[in-house]
């Protein structure tokens, strides 16, 4: 169980806003597991230091874009190319197994139980239909698997979000 762990995503102080909320209702549902929050740059200091007393683990991660305007664009959401950073999340490898969770999710009861699903478990996405929905997925950090991610994003121009 301390090998396993939530990890979310913040990449400015408004999605860390958000972060916050997804530890604290975690917390207030009882997890048993380690909470992770990765964040870029663009999170201030003031608000890091707040992170910091909510998750066990604060992680700097380099932002990485999707480079796929053109299907961003169509959805109107061209902003949503940075979510390609969450990948960085297969690089946690002191977690034997990983619960990804977006910003904007809140738990109202306890999910430990997601731990006992394979890796990889995600939902289909409805309006990617060739992608999973990665706003939740079980997964088991990789730096090989991000690897592939990285050159397979490059390669097809993928979305993330």
């Keep these: 169980m301390s090998s396993e762990a939530f990890v979310t995503l913040a990449t400015n102080d408004g999605y860390a806003l958000g972060a916050l909320v997804v530890a604290q209702s975690l917390r207030k549902v009882g997890t048993q597991r380690k909470l992770v929050v990765m964040i870029s740059k663009h999170v201030s200091n003031l608000i890091k230091q ?3 007393t909510s998750f066990d683990e604060v992680v700097l991660v380099e932002e990485l874009d999707s480079q796929d ?14 979510t390609f950073t969450k990948v960085n999340c297969w690089l946690l490898e002191k977690y034997s197994k990983c619960v990804f969770l977006d910003a904007d999710i809140l738990v109202l009861r306890n999910i430990d139980d997601l731990f006992e699903r394979e890796e990889f478990s995600a939902a289909p996405d409805a309006g ?27 390669q097809q121009h993928a979305s993330f979000d």
Excluded: H, M
């Excluded at 305007?69 to 940075?82: A, F, K, V």
């Excluded at 990617?128 to 490059?154: H, I, M």
């Design 128 to 154: 990617w239909p060739d992608c999973f929905n990665s706003g939740l997925f079980v997964y088991r950090p990789s730096k090989e698997t991000f690897r592939k991610l990285v050159q397979f994003a490059s």
């Design 69 to 82: 305007s053109e299907n961003l664009n169509l959805l109107r959401r061209p902003e949503l190319g940075i």
């Design 50 to 52: 707040t992170l910091e």
